[in-house]
């Protein structure tokens, strides 16, 4: 995990900020969510962010900065340079074992707190 510079960060309110970002987002629903925890769970991070890229692409190319990469780039901080997509930051994040299946726990409850705020707003029945 990376440090943080003057104060540590409660990862647990990260994800459920950036969770409650992506229930916001338009055409945002339970049935994504879920089948991108289903992806997750089985293939890993990539495969997740590579099937909301191809299945859903509307609603990923809303989420990807606003919640994947502003999620790994608050909590990895300067591991990614330049690179432009969560793709490629996943990919990075691949080199190091420990680093992957963190981000696969943050990923897992980001994409469940955004099950919890659509829930929580009535939004979806799935």
Known sequence: MATHDQKTQNLDILCAEKGRVLAQIPGMEERILNAALAVL???????????????????????????????????????????ADALAMISTLAQNLDDLLFARDLLRMTLSYARYHLKAKGGSTS
């Open 41 to 83: 769970e089985e293939q890993g991070p990539y495969a997740m962010l590579l099937y909301l890229k191809a299945r859903h692409s509307e609603e990923f190319g809303k989420a990807e900065e606003k919640v994947f990469k502003g999620l790994l780039r608050d909590v990895f901080r300067d591991k990614f340079g330049n690179q």
